[in-house]
């Protein structure tokens, strides 16, 4: 899981290339290609928005798993949680993409970085959120929290009784 919604002011929604071979995150930046297509933001291009769903090529992730799911043998992907972090944009060929604002939990930030409350975000040359405004970066938001383990509500003893879902950064985005 790479991005909680606290709360959103306008999700929408963009097409994606049916021939994308890449990776995004939900909780990466994005931007729109000049072939009208969603992609990770890159430094200097508009970001429109924070992915609300993964690509992945793979459809692998971390909590992937290999079953068998017949006698011949046959082999499927499957996850044991309920987040689901594969290619959420198969079916339907658009991407989820939240903007105008709105107050978002990710992952998918510079965590060489060291951050504090009141900083500037921007996009860095991956779609990643970054506090380093170089390089002709576009500012997207303020942080707001963190960085800080996030609790999954799953039983364990990472935080509060809970397993962590990772370290996560609280975000307050203002892309138009």
């Keep these: 899981m790479a991005l909680i919604e606290v709360y959103n002011v306008v999700p929408d929604y963009y097409d994606v290339d049916p021939d994308f071979t890449g990776t995004i995150i939900e909780g990466q930046l994005v931007s729109l290609g000049a072939d009208g297509?969603?992609?990770?933001?890159?430094?200097?291009?508009?970001?429109i928005g924070i992915a609300g769903d993964s690509i992945?090529?793979?459809g692998q992730t971390e909590y992937s798993a290999d079953v068998v799911i017949?006698?011949?043998?046959?082999?499927r992907s499957t996850e044991n949680r309920v987040a689901n972090e594969g290619d959420e944009t198969l079916a339907s060929g658009k991407l989820t993409v939240y903007n105008s604002g709105g107050k978002?939990?990710?992952?998918?930030?510079?965590?060489?970085?060291?951050y504090v409350i009141g900083t500037k975000l921007y996009a860095d040359d991956d779609?990643?959120?970054?506090?380093?405004?170089?390089?002709?970066?576009?500012?997207?938001?303020?942080?707001?929290?963190?960085?800080?383990?996030?609790?999954?509500?799953?039983?364990?003893?990472?935080?509060?009784?809970?397993?962590?879902?990772?370290?996560?950064?609280?975000?307050?985005?203002?892309?138009?």
């Design 70 to 75: 017949s006698p011949s043998g046959a082999v």
């Design 37 to 47: 297509y969603v992609k990770a933001a890159d430094i200097g291009e508009l970001v």
């Design 127 to 176: 779609g990643i959120i970054t506090n380093a405004s170089d390089g002709g970066r576009l500012e997207i938001g303020y942080l707001v929290g963190g960085p800080a383990a996030e609790e999954s509500g799953v039983p364990g003893t990472d935080i509060n009784g809970s397993t962590t879902l990772g370290t996560f950064i609280t975000v307050l985005l203002k892309v138009a």
């Design 104 to 114: 978002f939990k990710t992952d998918q930030y510079d965590t060489t970085k060291t």
């Design 56 to 58: 992945s090529s793979t």
